[in-house]
């Protein structure tokens, strides 16, 4: 997909939008870093890893290789629009959204008598994970 084609989607998926519903952009296949990094070397007419290095470096804590769309318990749906996806999926906090807001609270906003929750990853992750049970916890995420 082009810039131009991908700036179009994204403003047809703005006018497509209903309240509290979730809709995916499909951007074409996914592309390799390294070869995007190529393209650009290229298109300002230099050689890649000629006239300009290309390192790869891995990965940083917490990063990811691939990033899912959707969930298991969630259904991706066709819309009208070519390229828009509507994401259906339940209900999940069923009335706890209270709870949950009160339960993030000590991770959002400073509080001694509970420091070391606040703004703690591993500890987000866990507090959402009891309300969404097939949420992920990658295993060398860094706590903060």
């Known amino acids: 997909m082009t ?18 519903v979730l809709y995916l952009l499909d951007m074409g296949e996914p592309i390799v870093i390294r070869d995007l990094a190529e393209q650009m070397i290229s298109f300002y007419g230099y ?21 899912k769309l959707w969930s298991s318990d969630e259904n991706p749906q066709p819309t009208e629009y070519p390229g828009i996806i509507k994401l259906e999926k339940n209900n999940r906090l069923n009335g706890r959204l209270r709870q949950l807001l ?43």
């Open 102 to 144: 009160e339960d993030l609270s000590e991770i959002c906003f400073f509080n001694s008598g509970s420091a070391a929750k606040y703004r703690n990853r591993r500890n987000l992750r866990l507090t959402i994970r009891k309300y969404i049970p097939n949420l992920e916890i990658p295993e060398n995420e860094p706590e903060y």
């Open 3 to 20: 810039i131009p084609e991908a700036a179009s989607l994204v403003l047809k998926a703005g006018g497509v939008g209903a309240g509290g």
């Open 47 to 67: 050689r890649p890893g000629k006239d300009i290095p290309v390192v790869t470096i891995g990965l940083r804590p917490g990063e990811k290789l691939e990033e």
